[in-house]
């Protein structure tokens, strides 16, 4: 008998709550999470960006305690989902469990607030980079800090694929659980980037809109970036059931491949592959019950791009399904977007609720689906999807049902 | 007392998360709470802010020996002399 995976527990931080119920009531109710913020580190730098930030988390991550008060935002980002995730699932991570207890945490970027500013006090200053630097940017920082903050003595590492490392964490650890690499784990990613450095980085692409995040709508003007992390408890099915653990669907598919074509314009039959790969065992049964979270960056490369992708794997299902961009409204989360996107999934699946598209004020030919605009759907959802297609050609996706 | 006696103990106590009262010479290193990051802050705020150099690696255990909190400001210092 295959093992099978399910999620057990779900931690959320990001623009669109501070914890996974409030970022399902947040999206429910279309709420955006995106503003202009000025990012000034002095000698006349300044930088105004719409960006979605989470606000006022330095009192928490204060509160994280002294080992997690001295890393990168990124890592607390994810040590304060974590410890949601690990509380509702009522995981209890003890002796013999601990050696197959994962921690397999994406990002994109890593430590990229405390790169900057050691290279800031260096340049600005002349000042020597504080000696906790590197501990603070690797991006191993949270799968690391997890692990000892909770015992978990099993595989742990990072997962890092540009906007689809969440995707890959959360996939790539069902895939160790169902191997038998371990029973339980800590999956998802966490990314920190609005720092000054970064950002402009970011604006040097010049695919970043100056003001809100447009999903499918044919005014689009680029992507807006946000933070956060998105932390599941994976657990393999026998152990979560003989628990009576709350469950909250089963990580029925996982599916990843690569382009192999270009770093920036993302390919129809990549995102494609993957999905089919996700579903190839499947009983999707009726596509009006199927859920897709789509990657809809609100750029024009993606949106055209994942739209023919969804026909294409779909075909004349593809008018019967429901899809939408939750990034309209947290914002694009980069690595950590597959670990809140994936929360969405879920939300969508456990309570019949599509979280909208919002700012999709101008429909778009070469976008035809329905992207449930601007207003939350109650809908029956048996398969949820998450999608995730990174720059670089890299594509996750991940399939959810109920149990 | 030595030389930036007090401003070592003002350190090494802001890092001291083990010990609630005075830090003294007497006080066991192992009472101090300190850990692999304290160790390496501590070192750092030391060069910060006596503006001293202090040829501190990792690899040869400086500190490998101390038992008390004098012990630590003698090793400190021995390294600020070197430099």
């Not at chain 1, 689009?220 to 653990?245: P, Q, S």
């Not at chain 1, 961009?325 to 456990?350: D, F, P």
């Amino acid at each position: 008998m295959a093992r099978r995976v399910v999620v057990t527990g779900v931690g959320a931080v990001c623009a669109s709550g501070a914890t996974a119920p409030e970022f399902r009531r947040n999206l429910e109710a279309g709420v955006c999470g995106i503003k202009k913020k000025t990012f000034a580190p002095g000698d006349g730098l300044s930088a105004t960006v719409s960006v979605a930030p989470v606000e006022g988390f330095e009192e928490r991550a204060a509160a994280l305690g002294r080992d997690i008060a001295r890393t990168d935002r990124f890592t607390q980002f994810a040590v304060a989902a974590a410890d949601e995730a690990v509380a509702d699932s009522g995981l209890e991570i003890d002796e013999a469990l601990a050696p197959k207890a994962a921690a397999i945490i994406g990002t994109g970027i890593g430590g990229a607030g405390s790169q900057d500013q050691a290279y800031m006090a260096m340049l600005q200053q002349g000042r020597r980079p504080h000696p906790l630097t590197i501990l603070r940017i690797i991006p191993n920082a949270p799968a690391s800090h997890l692990s000892i903050r909770f015992g978990l003595r099993g595989p742990a590492f990072a997962i890092s694929s540009a906007c689809a490392s969440g995707a890959h964490a959360i996939g790539v650890c069902a895939d160790m659980i169902r191997a038998g690499a371990a029973e339980v784990g800590l999956a998802g990613a966490s990314e920190a980037v609005l720092s000054y450095g970064p950002l402009e980085a970011w604006r040097a692409m010049h695919i970043m809109s100056d003001e809100l995040c447009r999903p499918f709508s044919k005014n689009r003007k680029g992507l807006i970036i946000g933070e956060g992390a998105g932390i599941l408890v994976l657990e393999e099915y026998e152990r979560a059931k003989a628990r009576g653990a709350k469950i909250y669907a089963e990580l029925a598919g996982f599916g990843m491949n690569a382009d192999g074509k270009d770093m920036i314009n993302p390919a129809v039959e990549g995102a494609t592959g993957a999905m089919r790969e996700a579903i190839k065992t499947l009983d999707i049964g009726d596509a009006a019950n199927v859920y897709i979270n789509a990657h809809g960056t609100g750029t024009l490369m993606n949106d055209p791009t994942e739209t023919k992708a969804i026909r294409e794997v779909f075909g004349a299902d593809a008018d019967r399904l429901i899809v939408s961009s939750t990034k309209s409204m947290h914002g694009h989360l980069l690595g950590a977007a597959g670990g809140v996107e994936a929360i969405a999934a879920l939300m969508a699946l456990n309570e019949g609720v599509i979280p909208p598209t919002i700012n999709l004020d101008e429909p778009d030919p070469a976008c035809d689906l329905d992207y449930c605009p601007n207003e939350a759907q109650r809908r029956r959802v048996d398969v949820a999807l998450s999608n995730s297609f990174a720059f670089g050609g890299l594509n996750a996706v991940l399939a959810f049902k109920r149990v | 007392m030595a030389e930036h006696e007090q401003e070592l103990l003002a350190i090494i106590k802001n890092h001291a998360v083990g010990v609630s009262g005075d830090l003294t010479r007497d006080t066991p290193v192992a009472d101090l709470g300190i850990d692999s990051f304290a160790i390496v802050e501590i070192v750092y705020e030391v060069e910060e802010k006596l503006g001293v150099e202090i040829p501190f690696n990792a690899n040869q255990n400086p500190f490998g020996e101390m038992k008390t909190v004098g012990d630590l400001l003698d090793a400190v210092q021995s390294l600020m002399k070197q430099s």
